[in-house]
Structure formats: C-alpha cells, structure tokens
C-alpha cells in the first residue's frame, strides 16, 4: 500500500512539473504589445526585396523575446540589403557599418539578437536541402516599427533570420522563391 501510494505522490509531483515546463515554454515568448502603423512620408519605406510598408492606423505586434534557441532552431529566412541605400535602412547595429549583398550576413529578431550578444558571431543557418554559415550584423526589431528609424516598415515577427542575397545563393534558392522560406538555424 504505501509503495501504491509512493507511486500516486510521485506521479503528481511529476505531472505538476510537467505542466508548469509546458506552460513556461508556451508561455516563454507572448506578445508584448502593439504598435500603430503610421503612413510613411513620400519617398520613405525603401520596397526594394518587396518589403513591407506600414499601413496608417493597423496595429502590428510586437515581442521582446524569441522562440527558444537550440541546436536545431526553427526560424522563417527573409531578405534583406545591408547595403548602403537597401531596403535594411541604416549601418548594421553590431558594427555601424554597411555589408555587401554578396557577403553571408544576417539579421536576427530581437529575442535572438539578444542585447548585441551574437554580434559579429557566426551562426548556421540550413534549408533547401543545403547549410550556409552567416555572420549576424544586425536585428531585426521585433519591438519597434512603422517609424523613420525603421523605414516606415512594421516590427519584425519573433521568428526571423533576414539574410543577404549571398545567403539565399548559397542555399541554392531560385531567385523567384526569395522572400520567405522556413530554415533551421544554431550558432556556429
């Protein structure tokens, strides 16, 4: 009876676990708010790789955080130009610097950026049946938007690796299916 009863305790203690893991993982990333959409002054929001532009008075959400990372991360690839005049604004955040298009870097969503620590680091980044390594030069804003230091363009989604075109070639994408393709990623 008492290794019945054991084995009852235990099996609660367990369950009462299991659930508060499950519940912190689901809860480990929730919005954190939304920003109003404000129509860009013309000649703003650079549309170059078919970026989106803001939309006056839409409500776009916004995170602070990221999925969690792993050795396998699921992230959705982007393009983006971190040239001078691209559609990616100003100088990359990690180096005040503009980067070619021909070179493999990227930017990461806030949570993932995470406070300038992956700045300058490498990560990998798989799909297409093929991997490529990227240096991370800059995020992507996932808490801010649709403001001139954004280009007028909405907040990044949680989940973005925003690559270069040199990063889309080396995964061997045609050049017409750019623009969104789900990845895996970890740091290299």
């Known amino acids: 009876m008492k290794g019945i009863l ?11 676990f299991s659930t508060n893991i ?7 990333c929730n919005p954190s ?7 860009p002054p013309p000649g703003q929001c650079n549309r170059e790789n078919d970026s989106d532009c803001c939309k006056e ?6 995170y602070k955080c990221s999925p969690p990372v792993s050795s396998h991360t699921k992230a ?4 983006n130009s971190f040239q001078k005049g691209g559609d990616g604004g100003g100088p990359s955040e990690c180096d005040n610097q503009y980067h070619n298009d021909d070179t493999p870097v990227v930017a990461l969503s806030t949570g993932w950026f995470n406070h300038e620590s992956r700045c300058l680091k490498n990560i990998t980044i798989t799909g297409n049946g093929r991997s490529v390594v990227a240096m991370v030069v800059d995020e992507c804003d996932s808490t801010m938007g649709c ?5 007028y363009q909405p907040p990044c989604p949680n989940n973005i690796v925003d690559a270069s075109k040199a990063v889309w070639k080396a ?18």
């Open 57 to 62: 008075g839409k409500m776009y959400t916004i």
């Open 22 to 28: 499950i519940e912190v993982e689901a809860q480990s």
């Open 33 to 39: 708010g939304k920003v109003r959409g404000t129509k």
């Open 171 to 188: 995964l061997g994408v045609p050049h017409s299916q750019w623009g969104g393709l789900d990845i895996v990623w970890s740091d290299a």
């Open 147 to 151: 403001d001139s230091d954004h280009d």
């Open 6 to 16: 054991f084995l009852g305790v235990l099996f609660v203690i367990i369950l009462h």
């Open 76 to 79: 959705v690839l982007t393009i």
